[in-house]
């Protein structure tokens, strides 16, 4: 993997997945905001460019092939996501919806912050459902009927929405809220420290707060990053 000052922040986890730890550490948002240069967020962060630089460095180019995301076939990435991100979303929405519930409900008076959190974390139970609906149903099929076109030689279909471009652009709108949304979960539960004497539910409500975010980074990072653009650049 080449580092360079001027790469975005989303091109090199796209070529190393390992990237996303160190982004982490530094608190670097490497999905919805990863269209950043590395010297544009240093110097936002105030983080030595060579600093960061080393340790990208570091990981090397040993990525396996079940992670090598980048180099895909658009089609098997799409069954990718779904299987895996859609299908984690779908089963933890309503578990994490009943945690925060009732942390809400017996903590709230104390944690008030608990009770904002289970506000918020319903707008995404409301809105990420529909947002994988129109993903699977609208967007995802037409990315897999231009992949199959083009492997058998034949013109690109012309989709009903215009462009492939018009519908991605309304999922990376929908990714900015969720992302921002987690974001202020994030803040508001100090990252997901717990406080003192935290009881069971507490603890897992946390927990799956955590796990959920990080896989709607993943999941973002794939479509944002990868996908969506490799799915544009098929139409031009």
């Known amino acids: 993997m ?3 000052a001027s790469k975005t922040v989303a091109e090199v986890v796209a070529e ?39 340790e990208l460095l570091a990981l090397g180019n040993d990525i396996p092939e079940s992670h090598d995301f980048n180099n895909w076939e658009l089609d098997v990435l799409v069954d990718y996501i779904v299987e895996k991100h859609h ?9 994490i919806v009943q945690y925060a519930e009732k942390v809400a409900r017996v903590h709230g008076h104390h944690y008030t912050e608990t009770v904002k959190i289970r506000d918020l974390f319903n707008e995404v139970a409301k809105d990420l459902p529909v947002h994988l609906q129109k993903e ?10 231009m992949v199959e076109a083009k492997r058998k030689g ?13 519908p991605i652009r309304m999922m990376e709108n ?8 987690f974001k202020e ?16 539910t507490f603890k897992v409500l946390y927990a799956k707060l ?6 709607l980074h993943q999941h973002i990072h794939l479509e944002n990053n990868i996908l969506f653009p490799k799915a544009v650049g098929m139409q031009v």
């Open 136 to 145: 699977e149903q609208i967007l995802f099929p037409f990315i897999k009927m």
């Open 185 to 200: 979960i994030a803040a508001l539960s100090n990252q997901y420290q717990l406080p003192e004497g935290a009881c069971n």
């Open 174 to 181: 929908e990714h900015d809220t969720s992302g921002e949304i």
């Open 2 to 4: 080449k580092i360079t």
């Open 210 to 215: 955590k796990e959920f975010q990080d896989d």
């Open 16 to 54: 190393n997945y390992k990237a996303a730890d160190v982004f982490k550490k530094h608190g670097i948002d490497f999905c919805c905001g990863g269209g950043v240069s590395l010297a544009e967020i240093c110097r936002r962060k105030s983080i030595d460019y060579a600093h960061i630089e080393a």
């Open 154 to 166: 034949l013109p690109i279909p012309n989709p009903p929405f215009g462009t492939v471009q018009n």
């Open 87 to 95: 299908t984690y979303v779908k089963e933890n929405i309503p578990l």
